[in-house]
C-alpha cells in the first residue's frame, strides 16, 4: 500500500531541505560570524530545525490505516 509518506513530493522535500542543512557547499575560509557562531553553523541549525519541523508536521497527519 501507497501512503502519502511514500510520496516522491514527500521525499523530494526532505532532499531539498538536506542539501539546504548540510553546510557542504559553505567555503573554508568564510569567517562570517552570526551570533557569534560561524554562519554555517546556524545555517545546519537551522536546517536541521526545519527538517524536524517538517517531520513533525507529516506526523500529524492522519496514517493511511486511521483513515477508514
Given amino acids: 500500500m501507497k ?12 532532499a531539498v531541505l538536506l542539501l539546504v542543512a548540510v553546510p557542504w557547499y559553505w567555503p573554508a ?3 562570517t560570524r552570526w551570533g557569534g557562531l560561524p ?5 545546519a541549525i537551522a536546517g536541521s530545525v ?10 500529524r497527519r492522519p496514517w493511511p490505516s486511521e483513515e477508514e
Fill in 3 to 14: 501512503g502519502p509518506y511514500l510520496s516522491l513530493k514527500v521525499w523530494g522535500v526532505y
Fill in 39 to 43: 554562519a554555517w553553523v546556524v545555517v
Fill in 50 to 59: 526545519v527538517v524536524s519541523a517538517y517531520t513533525a508536521w507529516l506526523l
Fill in 29 to 31: 575560509e568564510d569567517e
